[in-house]
């Protein structure tokens, strides 16, 4: 796809709504190669290149040919419509939201009409392969055959010159010296010179077209590596059931869950509420005890450090009365 916002319609009516055939060409056409698929109900992871015997490599590709084929086997007639589709370049996501009503062929009444949001994420498409003869050797180039390298201008001094080396023509000195009569071919060489230069602008045009073929190969193609099919809890068991019954049910439950999810928080809520003079009570006594505890410490530590230091004082001042005592004996 080279501008998949816009093409991806057609490639999702082919998977949805066409034949086997259509199917299969749009999934090995627009799917790469290992594609992972992902669905409420089913899933393919990503491989490729796994031999099975008697069928050769095989990839993912086959088994999502095997889910769409199924699911149109179940409901032939599928009616969808896409609401949105939003393409993020920087990603390389397609982000669509479609509805389409399913109807099981098997159960009479079964009809379920259901929204769903579809998650396509591209990649590059790698370059095709080369083309293969019957002996497996790469075919020649089909342009190169068609449109040959055409040959260099004709030069008509350099012709000249190599006929009168050879001795095909006369020289110019014998020609008007009348030994030797005028080359007869003289005119015919102009003529094949501008002939050539027609064929060499005709070459021309010719490798332009070609450079545009080129040009609209260089366009890049992106083709789907990986798609997610997402759908509401109440569309995933109306698909199932296809009766209005079981959509109720399923939004009976989810309206279930939010009231205990109310009511539970709630009643968190209040116990906490209740709770919190307590909490906050305890909270402060401990933080009283704590710093009683601190001051016990510090009062213990600096009366430690004051009686060492008041003794260390009193043997100073000992010491210089002795000295003055011996001083005066």
């Known amino acids: 796809m080279e501008n998949p916002a816009r093409e991806i319609e057609s ?33 393919v992871p990503s491989f490729k290149g796994v031999y099975v015997p008697g069928i050769g490599d095989v990839d993912s590709r086959a088994f999502i040919t095997a889910i769409y084929r199924w699911y149109k086997i179940m409901s032939p007639k599928i009616h969808l419509s896409i609401e949105s589709c939003a393409h993020d370049p920087k990603t390389q996501t397609l982000y669509l939201s479609l509805s389409q009503t399913f109807s099981i062929r098997f159960l009479p009444f079964h009809r379920a009409p259901v929204h769903l949001t579809s998650v396509l994420h591209l990649t590059e498409a790698p370059p095709p392969p080369p083309p293969t003869t019957a002996t497996g050797a790469s075919s020649p180039d089909v342009n190169a055959i068609i449109n040959p390298t055409p040959p260099p201008p004709y030069d008509a001094a350099q012709d000249k010159l190599h006929a009168v080396q050879e001795g095909a023509e006369p020289s110019y000195a014998a020609v008007t010296a009348g030994d030797a009569p005028a080359s007869p071919t003289t005119s015919s060489r102009r003529r094949s010179s501008s002939g050539a230069g027609a064929g060499a602008g005709a070459g021309a045009g010719t490798r332009a077209a070609g450079g545009g073929e ?44 939010t009231v205990w999810c109310a009511a539970a928080a709630g009643v968190v809520g209040w116990v906490f509420g209740m709770l919190r003079p307590i909490t906050v009570s305890v909270m402060l ?27 260390g004082v009193g043997r100073m001042k000992g010491g210089g009365d002795e000295k003055k005592g011996r001083g005066r004996i």
């Open 285 to 311: 006594w401990f933080e009283y005890l704590r710093f009683v505890v601190r001051r016990l410490w510090y009062y213990a530590l600096g009366g430690i450090h004051s009686e060492g230091y008041g003794s």
């Open 214 to 257: 080129e040009e609209d190969k260089k366009k890049k193609k992106w083709v789907i590596k990986a798609q997610s099919d997402f759908y509401n809890t109440p569309d995933q068991a109306r698909l199932v059931a296809g009766v209005s019954p079981a959509s109720v049910v399923t939004s009976l439950m989810q309206l279930t869950a």
């Open 11 to 43: 490639v999702i009516r082919a998977l949805t709504q066409g034949s086997p055939s259509e199917q299969r060409n749009a999934i090995y056409h627009y799917y790469a190669p290992g594609a992972a698929f992902e669905h409420p109900f089913c899933r």
